[in-house]
Structure formats: C-alpha cells, structure tokens
C-alpha cells in the first residue's frame, strides 16, 4: 500500500482549504455575519449529505478514516476536480479511488499540437474502449485515414476484425488481434468501463468467430511496447516500433507513437510522408 506523504491531520487540513476557498452566495447562502472565508463547515455538510458533526470530526482528525462513499460526496459538495477528488482519497486510504469511467469530452489543442509536432512519426490517441480520437498526418498517411470514417468506425477492435483492409495488412493478424483483445479487456476492466463495451463485445462476437473465441480466453497484458510489422500498399513490409503512454491528468486517454525499426525505414517514412503532406 502507497501511504499518505503527509503527517498530522493533512486530511482536515485539505478539507479546510478546500472550504475556505468557496463562495458562499455562489450556493445560495448568505455571506453576512461571517467571521472567515468561504462555506461554513454546516454548509458543506448539507452540501455533501452528511452530519455537521461527523464533517467537523474529519476536519478535526478525529473518529476515524471516512469511507469511500462519504469521500465522493464531499468531492462533490466542495466541487472537487478529479485530481483533487483523486488527492482526497490518497489523503485518507493512501490510495487513489476506484477508476470511474467517464465518456470522451474531446482532446485539448494542445495535446493536438503534441501529435502534430511529430511529422514524420504515427502517432494517435485512445480511449478507454479503444476508439480513435485523435491522431496525427503521419499515421493517416501511414496506418489509416481516420478523418475518412465515421467516429463508431475508428474504432481498433472494429478495425482488426472487421475491415478486410487493415486485418490484410497485419503480417501476423493472430497475434495481433490477440494483443488487442487482451489489452483491451485490461484497458477496460481498468477503466471501470466493463459496461459501456458489452454492446460492442456483443456485436464482434457475432460478427466475428475469432473475436469471440479469443474473448472466452480471458487474456490480459498490461499496455507497453513492442514491434507492429505492417505491409503498407506502397512502402512494402514495414516494422514499426511503438510505445503506449498514459496522457497525464487524462486517465481515459493512451497515446501510441509508432517509429521506424530501422535508418534506412525511417528515411523511406521520412520521404513518403513528406511527398504526401501539404505545405
């Protein structure tokens, strides 16, 4: 277990801090008569649904650590961001909470600009269900153009098992779809999104024998790297490398940047992708 790297009531203090700063009339309270700043310790506690006394109790360091259900309301009756929410837990189990999945709300243009500062390297994002949402000249050049289908179509799983293209381009299409089957079960278990993927799980099973024989299989591999070897239509065999990365402060985010195996393969890349590129 990962403990808590404060000392003393670092809890209370955080839940004070986090009181102080709010606005009273914001949430329809009065701000008359107020001897300091910010919600009253009652008012958060009609807030969050629970007692003044056990809320008083917390801020003080006193009856013992709260549970996870008191924990999410008084993340939202102090309207916590999830890096709080996610501070306020490590702060009383000396852990982050349970991963709550959440739709995709879109990339930020910054995080575009990161794919796009890679001109000549694919490199794309996913969510938690392991749709594209984001990639960049490269790996549309490269690997797929994604701006050509519909957003239900980008997804990987759909791709691999249902496009005669992309499954003929794989030069071990098995091992692919083994790979992705199996990340994607840890992806989503971890995401907290084993739910929001039964219709699509459904759907490949019928649509594909592979697919559900795979799936009864129950593999799992954590996200990493490796080599994806691909017949490109004009390049021939190609060997890519890739690595998965987390998006910091995005947990429903993993962005795959691929890289040539070889010099001599990423000069070919280099020159392909620039020819077919606009100034």
């Known amino acids: 277990m990962i403990m808590p790297p404060y000392d003393g009531n670092a809890l209370g203090e955080f839940l004070r801090a986090r009181r102080t700063r709010l606005d009273p009339v914001a949430f329809g309270f009065t701000a008359e008569r107020r001897r300091t700043s910010g919600l009253r310790r009652e008012e958060v506690a009609q807030r969050s649904s629970i007692s003044p006394t056990w809320y008083t109790w917390l801020e003080?360091?006193?009856?013992?650590?709260?549970s996870a259900d008191v924990l999410n309301r008084l993340a939202s009756g102090l309207m916590l961001t999830e890096a709080e929410r996610e501070h306020l837990f490590v702060l009383a189990f000396g852990h982050p909470p349970e991963m709550r999945y959440r739709e995709h709300q879109g990339i930020t243009p910054r995080l575009q600009h990161v794919l796009d500062a890679m001109p000549f390297t694919p490199a794309t994002i996913r969510t938690a269900t392991w749709d594209i949402v984001a990639w960049n000249t490269a790996a549309t050049v490269l690997l797929t153009d994604y701006a050509k289908l519909l957003p239900e179509q980008r997804n990987i799983l759909r791709l691999i098992f249902c496009e005669t293209r992309v499954r003929a381009a794989q030069e071990d299409w098995m091992s692919v779809a083994r790979f992705v089957v199996a990340s994607f079960r840890a992806d989503t278990t971890r995401a907290g999104a084993s739910r929001e993927v039964t219709r699509l799980v459904e759907e490949l099973s019928a649509a594909s024998p592979e697919f559900a024989a795979l799936w009864r299989d129950n593999d799992v591999v954590g996200p990493g790297e490796g080599v994806k070897r691909v017949h490109h239509p004009e390049l021939g065999p190609l060997a890519l490398e890739f690595s998965s990365f987390a998006v910091e402060g995005r947990s429903d985010l993993t962005m795959t940047v691929y890289h040539p195996a070889?010099?001599?393969?990423?000069?070919?890349?280099?020159?392909f992708v620039a020819a077919r590129t606009p100034d």
Do not use: D, K, N
């Open 60 to 66: 003080q360091g006193r009856g013992g650590a709260p």
């Open 262 to 271: 070889t010099s001599e393969e990423a000069e070919r890349v280099q020159s």
